[in-house]
């Protein structure tokens, strides 16, 4: 057992110990060609994973182009829910989300017979569907430029130290979700909902991966607040009840 | 430390801050290593931003239930029968003519040529009739007398 805390020991074949080595000078030492290659083996397996995503989603959709309704159903069966649930949370009306859920999937029947293998159907979905839902939070409040609802409804107030949320407190947290910006909570939704990678979620919203992640480290912010002062806000008014 | 030092401390605790917001809670999944291990051992030291850190594990944690109780709701309302309905009955009709025509047009050359086919195999393989022909006797009905049919 090593006599320093922490440090490691390098032993030859025949259990000789050679050296103590502290791991932050093993740390240091470790050949910078090392952690590069792990992430770069990480990358090329994502990237061949979504390129077989790619050619299975083309392979399916040639089978749509030529007419076969079964592989177009097939689709749907895959593709809808996840698409209604963005739909949904991003416009906070469920009739709303079938129709725009109905429209994408319509617009993706049309293009069938002209679908490049260029990226997923996913992607691809959640890209029209980004733009009809924008489309309709326009049509709700036409006199508001939502583009610019992060810069003017930014929140400067200090953060709280207590603890955030409780962990089943749906209600709070979809009442705080309809309140932010709109594009906020779609950066929201993309990330949380829909699981997408930030790269993903970006190209979705045809914005930046810089932009994208900044644009969600605000709603995240944003959002914390709301739930903050809500809990605030009911903390008050128990308060005031019990007091009679 | 000096005066400098303390900005700069404050600089980086502020970015790790914001890298929970940026990034999540889970210094494993950042792409800035350096600023990840600085996350851990702030995790440790750092009553602040171990409270911010939970506090966006909380969030997220949230944030699924959500996700969850939506597709719920989603399910619960029959959501996907309609949507399925309402696009079968948008795409059906551009199927029926454009393609439906085109198919029977197809099957009726191919039973044309088939039936073609079928009739020159049958000339080439069977071969002519090698039998005796079929004789028609024609009797006078002044030698024989009228025919019982009587016409």
Same mark, same amino acid.
Do not use: N
């Given at each position: 057992m090593s006599m320093i805390r922490g440090a490691t020991a390098r032993s030859d074949a025949d259990g000789q110990r050679l050296r103590y080595r502290h791991p932050a000078e093993t740390r240091r030492s470790a050949p910078d060609a090392v952690r590069p290659a792990r992430g770069e083996a990480l990358a090329q397996s994502d990237e061949s994973r979504n390129r077989a995503a790619i050619e299975a989603d083309h392979a399916l959709m040639q089978e749509v182009a030529a007419g076969d309704r079964g592989a177009f159903a097939r689709l749907m069966a895959i593709e809808a829910p996840r698409l209604t649930r963005f739909a949904a949370a991003t416009l906070t009306d469920l009739a709303e989300a079938e129709e725009v859920v109905q429209e994408a999937l319509v617009r993706l029947w049309q293009q069938a017979e002209a679908w490049q293998p260029n990226?997923?159907?996913?992607?691809? &979905?959640?890209?029209?569907?980004?733009?009809?839902?924008?489309? =309709?939070?326009? =049509?709700?409040?036409?006199?508001?430029?939502? !583009?610019? &609802? !992060?810069?003017?409804?930014?929140? !400067?107030a200090p953060r709280a130290d207590q603890e955030m949320i409780r962990a089943?407190?749906?209600?709070?947290?979809?009442? *705080? &979700?309809?309140?932010?910006? !709109?594009?906020?909570?779609?950066?929201?939704?993309?990330?949380?909902?829909?699981? &997408?990678?930030?790269?993903? *979620? *970006?190209?979705?919203?045809?914005?930046?991966?810089? *932009?994208?992640?900044?644009?969600?480290?605000?709603?995240? =912010?944003?959002?914390?607040?709301?739930?903050?002062?809500?809990e605030a806000a009911e903390g008050e008014a128990f308060e005031k009840g019990a007091r009679g | 430390m000096n005066k400098q030092g303390h900005e700069d401390s404050g600089a980086r605790r502020r970015a790790l801050f914001e890298a929970v917001d940026r990034y999540g809670p889970h210094p494993g999944t950042w792409p800035d290593l350096?600023?990840?291990?600085?996350?851990?051992?702030?995790?440790?030291?750092?009553?602040?931003?171990r409270a911010y850190r939970d506090g966006a594990v909380n969030l997220n944690r949230g944030l699924t239930l959500a996700a969850r109780a939506?597709?719920?709701?989603?399910?619960?309302?029959?959501?996907?029968?309609?949507?399925?309905?309402?696009?079968?009955?948008?795409?059906?009709?551009?199927?029926?003519?454009?393609?439906?025509?085109?198919?029977?047009a197809a099957a009726a050359a191919a039973v044309i040529v088939l039936a073609a086919a079928l009739g020159g195999m049958v000339d080439s393989i069977v071969p002519p009739f090698a039998g005796d022909p079929v004789q028609v006797v024609q009797l006078d009905t002044l030698v024989f007398g009228p025919t019982e049919g009587d016409f």
């Open positions: 990226a997923r159907l996913a992607t691809w &979905l959640h890209q029209v569907a980004y733009r009809l839902c924008i489309d =309709r939070l326009r =049509r709700r409040r036409p006199q508001i430029d939502i !583009d610019g &609802l !992060d810069d003017t409804l930014e929140d !400067d089943d407190d749906v209600r709070r947290v979809r009442a *705080a &979700l309809a309140r932010l910006p !709109d594009r906020q909570r779609i950066a929201i939704v993309l990330s949380h909902f829909q699981e &997408l990678p930030q790269a993903e *979620a *970006a190209s979705v919203m045809a914005i930046g991966e810089h *932009a994208y992640e900044s644009l969600l480290a605000r709603a995240r =912010r944003r959002v914390r607040q709301i739930i903050e002062q809500e | 350096a600023r990840a291990a600085r996350a851990r051992e702030a995790m440790l030291a750092d009553r602040d931003f939506l597709d719920g709701e989603i399910a619960d309302a029959k959501a996907m029968e309609r949507i399925a309905a309402a696009v079968s009955a948008r795409v059906a009709p551009a199927i029926a003519p454009r393609r439906h025509l085109r198919h029977r």
